[in-house]
């Protein structure tokens, strides 16, 4: 989490080329897109912490649900 937020704070004003279906579209901010990958990273760890929370609940065995 820190190296992101260390990108974003060592970037606030590079620019790249923004990608559509693999052809170049308008500029953006390099900081956009690491705000938005460190966005989603903080999502999955809740969602982690969640399921920690309720307890991963996973089948074992076949369609039955046991294993003999």
Do not use: Y
């Not at 260390?6 to 990608?19: D, K, Q, Y």
């Not at 390099?30 to 912490?49: D, M, Q, S």
Request: net charge positive; proline share 4%.
């Amino acid at each position: 989490m820190s190296s992101l937020t260390g990108l974003i704070e060592a970037h606030p004003n590079t620019r790249m080329i923004r990608r559509t279906i693999g052809q170049h579209a308008n500029p953006m901010l390099l900081r956009t897109k690491f705000e938005v990958w460190r966005a989603e990273f903080l999502r999955r760890c809740e969602v982690a912490a969640d399921a920690e929370r309720r307890g991963a609940l996973v089948q074992v065995g076949g369609p039955l649900g046991g294993k003999h």
